[in-house]
């Protein structure tokens, strides 16, 4: 069975707890996964260190890599600043047998599977639209215009869901039966025939 670990991509509306479920998944099983590690041309803010929280680069540098291919899917944010996740990192970890997670938006998922067909993309979602809205507006932080905005986005986003592989649901207080879910799809994709096809052939010491 395969010993490398997966890109996994980890997406869901804003509401959808996927944050909360992604800590849970760290946590409870610690070693197999790793959160990726992102590029940016933004300036390191107080506390940040290199290689841990991001890899500071200059956007002549980024801009560099990206003619080269090097990251699995970029964008710039409309302060200016450009942020990537670099392709070699992951697949370091991968080598390592560490599954590297990459908590993104559906725009960005989609561009990883474009670039890595082999990634395992799974949407978190709440059970329902009346729980996405109750969540969002028992935050007390978001204008409503911003919560419909989160709502409108929501839809679009879930639109969506087809081009995933999984969906998992993220019910209230169930943020760590979400994490074992998704921790069941990693097991059963590493055991998956079409990732060991030359399982037979080691079996028997076949060159």
């Keep these: 069975m395969s010993e490398k ?10 509401g959808s707890g996927k944050g909360t479920v992604v800590s849970d998944l760290m946590r409870t099983y610690k070693g197999e996964f790793a959160l990726s590690v992102s590029c940016t041309t933004r300036t390191p803010r107080p506390g940040e260190k290199e290689g841990i929280h991001y890899f500071f680069i200059d956007r002549e540098e980024f801009e560099r890599r990206i003619s080269q291919g090097k990251f699995l899917e970029y964008a710039q944010y409309c302060n200016g600043n450009l942020y990537g996740t670099p ?12 599954s590297v997670i990459l908590e993104i938006d559906v725009q960005g998922g989609l561009q990883v599977r474009k670039n890595y067909p082999d990634a395992v993309l799974v949407m978190v979602a709440p059970p329902d639209f009346q729980t996405l809205e109750a969540r969002l507006r028992g935050r007390n932080t978001d204008s409503e215009e911003d919560i419909r905005n989160r709502l409108l986005r929501s839809k679009e986003e879930l639109a969506k ?22 921790h069941d799809i990693v097991l059963a994709e590493k055991r998956s025939v079409k990732r060991c096809p030359d399982f037979a052939k080691k079996f028997y010491g076949e060159e």
Excluded: T
């Design 87 to 98: 392709m070699d990192y992951v697949q370091n970890r991968m080598d390592e047998g560490i």
């Design 5 to 14: 670990g997966l890109l996994l991509v980890i997406s869901g509306p804003a």
């Design 161 to 182: 869901l087809s081009l995933y592989d999984y969906a998992v649901i993220n019910r209230d207080r169930e943020s760590l039966k979400a994490a074992q879910e998704i």
